[in-house]
């Protein structure tokens, strides 16, 4: 089984316990980020990031599927916002540090396939889940999932089986094709064109 996974609470990485009580007064989000862009200091950015640990945590085990190369991502983030963060100047932190271990973790599994074995790569792509950032803006409304059901019956039977499974189970296109015993690119193909037309039939309702 291999649903994609989101946030995990409470697993905590304990490289960054020793910033955990370091700022104790509320200090707003923007003035930290000018504080470290201008200072350097690491406890600013270790106060910044704790509250977002569990957010980079669940993006990172939701693409790596292990615990340990997770954790260890978090650490390289880390890392990588020391030097970031002095170069951009960023004004909404949590999306755009979602952002940033996204994309790292798309390198990551980028590099393992170039190293993997002939044939390697089709099992990645089986696995890799699309960003869930780019799919919820159909459900995002309680009038836009009052025109799913409708819509969903509009589409055809392979659309509407895989947009089910893909979207409401949150099943990854592995477990589609063993599920449904489409090849990949049908599988794709289903949900790209069923996704199409969903947002079309659920964007025409909102305009009545």
């Known amino acids: 089984m291999c649903k994609r996974l989101e946030i995990i609470p409470g697993k905590r990485v304990k490289f960054l316990k020793f910033f955990q009580g370091k700022v104790k007064d509320p200090v707003p989000e923007a003035e930290r980020l000018a504080a470290y862009r201008a200072y350097g200091d690491v406890s600013i950015l270790g106060a910044l990031f704790e509250p977002y640990m569990d ?51 798309l390198m990551k599994i980028r590099a393992l396939r170039v190293m993997s074995v002939p044939g390697s790569a089709e099992i990645w792509e089986l696995d890799l889940p699309v960003d869930p950032a780019s799919d919820d803006d159909l459900f995002k409304s309680d009038r836009r999932l009052d025109a799913l059901g409708p819509c969903l019956q509009k589409l055809t039977h392979q659309q509407r089986l895989t947009v089910e499974l893909f979207y409401l189970q949150n099943k990854c296109y592995r477990d589609i094709c063993q599920e449904t015993g489409f090849e990949i690119g049908k599988v794709k193909s289903y949900i790209q064109n069923g996704k199409r037309k969903l947002k079309i039939c659920i964007e025409s309702n909102e305009s009545l």
Do not use: P
């Not at 951009?88 to 952002?99: D, T």
């Open 55 to 105: 957010m980079v945590f669940g993006v990172c085990f939701q693409y790596l599927r292990d615990e340990d190369e997770s954790k260890d991502a978090v650490m390289q983030i880390f890392e990588k916002l020391v030097t970031d963060l002095k170069l951009h100047e960023v004004s909404n932190f949590k999306s755009w540090l979602h952002s940033v271990a996204r994309n790292h973790c």
